[in-house]
């Protein structure tokens, strides 16, 4: 009697290759995806991580580790950050956000040189928050003052666009977290007498209204030590 086991794989829409590549890496003693786009790795990343097929994700990720940062397309990065939350934590996956965390720098890590150059502002306005949220704590990022980190998380958070069929009030009360998390990252100067400066962490807590970024108040105090124009932004 033979009896024949159906598996329903849903693989992503428009990708039917890319399950079909995962059933066969899912028999192969060593599957080969090295011929894959970097599109293709990372929908079989997610298709062997949902339906936990260690060996295929192990090879995607070998693959991946084998990419420089300069070669790491601009998309490929994107869709990185938006991997469910907790992957960048795994051990398996700290090569390739490490090199993602590498092309942030090349690209984005000097925020004034950011500003001044319009293709590179795009750039940033369309990094998912875990991204920018990156991009903001790594202690390579160079930045001259702090109205500049500031300005950037407002101009990002206004350029966000409204999901189809969800409420301005829901989609705030949604990304509230996570604007939270990036202006935690905010440090402003606060003078502590004529002679010294002490520096505070700003918690920083915002409503919107008509797109706007009201900072309601201010900061509690913190041990992270004052820069200057030559400083990185970082903790």
Known sequence: LLLLLLLPIHDPAGQLAVGELLLQCMYAARPDVSACSQAQLLQLLLLADRYDVPKVLAAVLEVFAGIAPADLEWCTLQALYCLPAGCSGFEAYQGVFAAAGDKLQAELGDLELTWADEVKQQLLLGLPQPALLQLLQDPRTRVASESTVFC????????????????RDDWQAGQWQGTRELLQLVRMQVRASSSSWTVCAVHWFVTAQSGDVVVHSACASSRWCM???ANVHGT
Not at 152 to 163: C, F
Request: aromatic share 10%; charged share 20%.
């Open 227 to 229: 820069r200057d124009a």
């Open 152 to 167: 950037s998380i407002e101009r990002w958070w206004q350029q966000q666009p409204l999901p189809a069929g969800v409420s």
